[in-house]
Each structure stands twice: as structure tokens, then as C-alpha cells.
Nanobody, 123 residues
Framework: QVQLVESGGGLVQAGWSLRLSCVAS????????MAWYRQAPGNQRELVAAMTSGRSPDYADSVKGRFTISRDNAKNTVYLQMDSLKPEDTAVYYCNVFGVLSTQGPYYATNYWGQGTQVSVSS
């Protein structure tokens, strides 16, 4: 099993920055994709940014140029640096991990989710 714990959410004013962190724990040898999703009230969950090993990051058009995803494979941690925040960025942000090679040998082509962290941006 893989557990994900997010941190870094909060309430900020428009134009400010926040940095989200997500640590994956468990019997993890490596992770294929680490990503951030968000869900605003009344909306479907949407991809914000994703980072797959060996590939360039992918971003939603709405956050390109403002958000940066990065990961530390040695720490099984993914970050989301959010700059120039806008009120429309307000949502619960979820960490997602897909494709885990365990230390025991098996590969799990499974989506794992964190509990979510609230990001609120006031105008």
C-alpha cells in the first residue's frame, strides 16, 4: 500500500504564492507518475500538473506559466509551486501517484490519492 500526505495549503490573497508538498510512503522502489489534481465546488476533479519519469511535465492550460511541478525521487515527494494565484485557483488540491514499483518486486498500475489540501485565494 501507498500512503500520500499533502501539506502547504492555505488562504492567500490574489497574486501571492503557495507551495504544496506531497510525500508518498510505503514499500516504494520507484514511482512512474506523480501529479496534482484539483476540485472546486460543483466542478469535476481536473488535472493541474503531472510529472512522469523521463518526460517533460504536463500542465493544464489555466496554470501554465504560473505553476511549477517538481519531484524528489529520493524522498518520494512531489511539489507544486503556485505563483500569481488567482481566485479561480481556489479548490481542494489532491496529490496523485500512478505506477509504483514496490520494494517487494510487484508493480502496481494503480492510482493512489492523498486526502486533499484546501487552497483558497481571495480577491
Amino acid at each position: 500500500q501507498v500512503q500520500l500526505v499533502e501539506s502547504g495549503g492555505g488562504l492567500v490573497q490574489a497574486g501571492w504564492s503557495l507551495r504544496l508538498s506531497c510525500v508518498a510512503s510505503g514499500r516504494i522502489n520507484s514511482i512512474d507518475t506523480m501529479a496534482w489534481y484539483r476540485q472546486a465546488p460543483g466542478n469535476q476533479r481536473e488535472l493541474v500538473a503531472a510529472m512522469t519519469s523521463g518526460r517533460s511535465p504536463d500542465y493544464a492550460d489555466s496554470v501554465k506559466g504560473r505553476f511549477t511541478i517538481s519531484r524528489d525521487n529520493a524522498k518520494n515527494t512531489v511539489y507544486l509551486q503556485m505563483d500569481s494565484l488567482k481566485p479561480e485557483d481556489t479548490a481542494v488540491y489532491y496529490c496523485n501517484v500512478f505506477g509504483v514499483l514496490s520494494t517487494q518486486g510487484p508493480y502496481y498500475a494503480t492510482n493512489y490519492w492523498g486526502q486533499g489540501t484546501q487552497v483558497s485565494v481571495s480577491s
